[in-house]
């Protein structure tokens, strides 16, 4: 899976940063622990919690973005290309790389939410932050390539990765809200349904992300 060493080297570059791989860990707590607050308390100042298991999916699978982040911090598609590797292949190793540091983490702070709210509401959110988080990786991998830090600073680019997350991630917000108000089988089902379909444009945007920046970079636009 790895003859040419772009997995290793992404992993490595993580490991080998400030914080190493705890920093993984350490950014999905600090999201988890404090939905975890907001969630406990909030039922005192408002009369409806959002669905813990469906905000907390939510949320974390955003969070990923810093993953994808970390995987690519000493990269961009000029340096690659001094190299027999080709992007598509960088790019696989990216997505293999973030499956290994983003997924389990996410899921594991999933599991500790059913301990804390039960594990009802857990599973609606073990099933849905896969497929969002294969989401924002696919956007992100698109939108800006092998360096997600100038994202931030692109205009153009951040506003459609915005645009991009908030068409999927609102809804599921929403539904958070509105989760009590329908039955469980139904809220839960829409859920995953869009989940489910965010999870397939992430991979067809992933799909096509290696051929979009091996073009822009031999052609000198990127």
Same mark, same amino acid.
Not at 142 to 153: D, I, K, Q, S, V
């Given at each position: 899976?790895?003859?040419? =060493?772009?997995?290793?080297?992404?992993?490595?570059?993580?490991?080998?940063?400030? =914080?190493?791989?705890? #920093?993984?860990?350490?950014?999905?707590?600090?999201?988890?622990?404090?939905? !975890?607050?907001?969630? !406990?308390?909030? *039922?005192?100042? %408002?009369?409806?919690? *959002?669905?813990?298991?469906?905000?907390? !999916?939510?949320?974390? @699978?955003?969070?990923?973005?810093?993953?994808?982040?970390?995987?690519?911090?000493?990269?961009?598609?000029?340096?690659?290309?001094?190299?027999?590797?080709?992007?598509?292949? %960088?790019?696989?190793? #990216?997505? %293999?790389?973030?499956?290994?540091? @983003?997924?389990?983490?996410?899921? &594991?702070? +999933?599991?500790?939410?059913?301990?804390?709210?039960?594990?009802?509401?857990?599973?609606?959110?073990?099933? %849905?932050?896969?497929?969002?988080?294969?989401?924002?990786?696919?956007?992100? &991998?698109?939108? @800006?390539? /092998?360096?997600?830090?100038? +994202?931030?600073?692109?205009?153009?680019?951040?506003?459609?990765?915005?645009?991009?997350?908030?068409?999927? /991630?609102?809804?599921?917000?929403?539904? $958070?809200?509105?989760? *009590? /108000?329908?039955?469980?089988?139904? &809220?839960?089902?829409?859920?995953?349904?869009?989940?489910?379909? $965010? =999870? /397939?444009?992430?991979?067809?945007?992933?799909?096509?992300?290696? *051929?979009?920046?091996?073009?822009? !970079?031999?052609? =000198?636009?990127?």
């Amino acid at each position: 899976l790895d003859r040419q =060493g772009a997995l290793s080297k992404s992993l490595l570059d993580v490991a080998r940063s400030s =914080g190493g791989l705890w #920093k993984v860990v350490f950014s999905q707590g600090l999201v988890f622990g404090v939905l !975890a607050v907001l969630l !406990a308390y909030l *039922p005192d100042v %408002v009369p409806v919690r *959002p669905q813990p298991g469906l905000t907390v !999916a939510t949320i974390l @699978a955003l969070g990923t973005f810093t993953t994808y982040n970390w995987l690519c911090q000493f990269d961009d598609e000029q340096f690659y290309l001094r190299y027999p590797v080709s992007l598509p292949t %960088v790019f696989r190793a #990216k997505l %293999v790389g973030f499956g290994l540091l @983003a997924l389990p983490v996410g899921l &594991a702070y +999933l599991v500790l939410g059913g301990v804390v709210f039960g594990y009802d509401p857990a599973l609606v959110g073990l099933a %849905v932050f896969p497929p969002l988080a294969m989401y924002v990786f696919g956007v992100t &991998a698109y939108a @800006a390539g /092998l360096e997600p830090t100038e +994202l931030l600073f692109d205009t153009p680019t951040f506003a459609l990765f915005t645009l991009a997350m908030m068409a999927v /991630l609102m809804p599921l917000v929403i539904l $958070a809200i509105a989760y *009590p /108000l329908y039955p469980a089988w139904q &809220a839960g089902g829409v859920a995953v349904t869009i989940g489910l379909l $965010a =999870g /397939l444009v992430g991979v067809g945007l992933y799909t096509r992300a290696a *051929p979009r920046w091996e073009r822009k !970079a031999l052609s =000198g636009t990127e």
